[in-house]
């Protein structure tokens, strides 16, 4: 286990599970983050930043991500939740990357 060392969209600090074997490395980990946040509005590419991995090179590799979204309109309960799998990389020793899954609007 080890704890990221900070994000670019707010998310506060992350908490990864790890799992090395060889030249592979599997990561778990839950945040929680809102779109209506500066950082997260301002960010293209959602960077965490983490203690050195070790890697030389990055590949692109499958993360999956889910978001879950309540909301009471009339006295009702609307449930929006979805996930999808996206694309993440390595950027460097210190960077993993996501991309930002929020619509921009004008």
């Known amino acids: 286990m080890f704890n990221s060392t ?17 030249n592979y490395l599997i990561l778990n980990a ?7 946040d500066a950082d997260y509005q301002a960010a293209d590419v959602l960077e965490i930043y983490v203690p050195n991995l070790p ?13 879950l ?3 009471t309109t009339s006295g009702r309960q ?3 939740d979805a996930g999808t799998v996206v694309k993440t990389w390595i950027k460097d020793a210190n960077t993993i990357c996501l991309p930002c899954l929020m619509t921009r609007r004008s």
């Open 6 to 22: 900070g994000n670019n969209f707010g998310a506060g600090v992350i908490q990864f599970k790890d799992v090395r074997e060889g």
């Open 55 to 67: 890697f030389d090179r990055s590949t692109e590799t499958a993360a999956v991500v889910r978001f």
């Open 69 to 71: 979204h309540r909301e």
């Open 78 to 80: 609307y449930n929006y």
């Open 30 to 36: 839950k945040f929680t983050c809102s779109p209506q």
